[in-house]
């Protein structure tokens, strides 16, 4: 049956993969301790760093925001690939042959690494071997996969044009095809890394927010509760740098938003993973509900943070074109996953400056943090053990003047922009259930109210560079255009690079 129907939206956000959250809880850390290495962040590459350096005996410390894995690593669509878009081509035309096969070599490796620890320790996690495709639907596109497959054959990657036929329902004009690439379940796969940090003796905490780093010869993380971690080392593996006075990461990368639906459709299920290369990039692959349901992944509307869309839209937009292109019989979840883009594309990993080498970074992985995780996790650990040489992904490289360019006229741009604008709307003026920048009282506030009544208010003022945030009325939360800071309705830091929270203002408004 076919509906595009908004009522099939589930009311809340939740991704798949949150259905197997990890369900052990670890204390906060509330005084101070020392280890080899500090770890902060606990998402998949946080996890696969600590584990890497647990085996070869160093003592480790893991701090974590929030809950662990309830970040981007369990908001993905977890296709673990080499076919990162379409950037080979573009590779190595930019960096040049040796440089375009490094990279693709730290992906390949990070993946038989991966397929290798789920054989080894049977993990269960729904590991499925897939091809992985990049389709277009346009004619002008077709030169492109052309291109692209030709880089292929140059870097010797395995595959290239599909000669097959794929789903009629994806009206492809052209495709290329990786095979024997994977699909899986993120949680799960990091339920085990986390048992076996556990059993290394790494020392986990939850609910511990990094705050600042004093850097030195031994450096100190400090949390928001006064509470701290000395090490050896620091690595910062917390999707957005939390320190970043030093590298100035927010003016080389920009934040991408994107959406994922979990379907229901009585099409016939396909065989691989699929990504449009044309805007909005649709995305496609198989999954499983938690009673083994067959689903479809419906990816795509990609756009970078907090710039001003309805952002009902995307779902809707995914929705329709799921609903035109197969059926859909329900929607079992919705989520969207927060992405950084460096201005070259290439990740950060390594020293987060030339000054302070034993405090390191990863990030900027744009949407392919599955195997670049697991790829940065070898490169921290290699900088710790003092095997690492200078490489490609290191963070001081100046990358594309062309992108910093165009990205920084852009956060002018949008601070300009939300200073000036004018405010139609009062607070009595938001009803129940939504949210808005209003006038009130001759300042520029943000108001959202509970669909009982209660008003949350906070200063749109982001406390970062102090650009003006956005509402977002699917996820509920205050999105900065600029860098892609993130606040929940009462204003506390959901993503940096904002460190500090939303003024919250007192707004004496309530529909009984």
Not at 67 to 84: F, P
Not at 86 to 100: A, N, S
Not at 255 to 278: C, H, N, Q, T, W
Not at 393 to 409: C, E, T, V, W
Request: proline share 4%; with cysteine; net charge negative.
């Amino acid at each position: 049956m076919t509906n595009d129907g908004k009522e099939l939206l589930p009311q809340n956000i939740q991704s798949l993969w949150q259905e197997h959250a990890v369900e052990k809880s670890f204390p906060v850390l509330e005084d101070r301790v020392s280890a080899d290495v500090v770890v902060v962040g606990g998402g998949l590459t946080g996890l696969t760093t600590a584990y890497l350096l647990a085996k070869e005996g160093k003592e480790v410390v893991l701090l974590e925001a929030g809950n662990l894995m309830t970040g981007t690593s369990g908001h993905t669509t977890a296709k673990v690939s080499v076919q990162h878009d379409v950037i080979y081509d573009e590779f190595l035309q930019r960096f040049g042959l040796e440089k375009t096969k490094a990279y693709y070599k730290a992906n390949d490796e990070a993946f038989r690494w991966m397929k290798g620890m789920v054989e080894q320790h049977q993990i269960d996690c729904d590991w499925e071997e897939q091809p992985s495709y990049l389709y277009t639907t346009q004619d002008l596109s077709v030169d492109k996969l052309e291109r692209e497959a030709r880089a292929y054959e140059q870097l010797h990657i395995p595959g290239g044009v599909y000669e097959g036929q794929l789903p009629e329902y994806l009206n492809a004009q052209k495709a290329i095809v990786v095979p024997s690439q994977a699909q899986f379940h993120p949680v799960r796969y990091a339920r085990f890394l986390l048992s076996e940090c556990e059993r290394l003796g790494v020392r986990l905490f939850e609910h511990s927010p990094a705050i600042k780093v004093n850097f030195g010869t031994l450096p100190v993380v400090h949390c928001r509760n006064g509470a701290e971690a000395q090490g050896d080392h620091v690595l910062i593996c917390t999707h957005f740098p939390f320190v970043d006075t030093h590298g100035f990461y927010f003016a080389r990368m920009h934040v991408s938003r994107s959406y994922v639906l979990a379907v229901e459709s009585d099409v016939d299920k396909p065989d691989g993973m699929f990504l449009e290369i044309d805007p909005p990039q649709h995305s496609l692959r198989t999954a499983k509900a938690e009673d083994g349901t067959p689903l479809l992944l419906v990816g795509g509307e990609g756009h970078k943070t907090g710039q001003g869309i309805n952002t009902h839209k995307p779902y809707e937009h995914l929705l329709s074109y799921a609903s035109r292109a197969f059926g859909v019989k329900s929607v079992h979840y919705r989520w969207s996953a927060q992405d950084l883009v460096t201005n070259d594309k290439l990740p950060f990993i390594g020293p987060m400056t030339e000054q302070h080498r034993n405090v390191l970074v990863a990030t900027g992985f744009r949407k392919w943090g599955m195997t670049t995780s697991a790829a940065a996790a070898h490169i921290l650990a290699r900088y710790v053990e003092g095997k690492e040489e200078e490489s490609m992904f290191s963070p001081a490289r100046f990358g594309s003047m062309k992108q910093l360019i165009r990205d920084n006229m852009d956060v002018a741009k949008h601070l300009v922009r939300g200073k000036f604008g004018l405010l139609q709307k009062h607070v009595d003026d938001i009803k129940p259930g939504e949210g808005d920048v209003v006038l009130h009282q001759g300042e520029r506030v943000g108001i959202y109210r509970e669909p009982e009544g209660k008003v949350h208010a906070v200063d749109t003022t982001c406390t970062h560079v102090g650009c003006e945030v956005n509402w977002n009325a699917s996820d509920l939360a205050w999105e900065c255009p600029c860098h892609g800071s993130r606040f929940d309705i009462d204003g506390l830091v959901l993503n940096g690079p904002a460190e500090k929270p939303l003024r919250v203002i007192d707004v004496d408004e309530r529909i009984e």
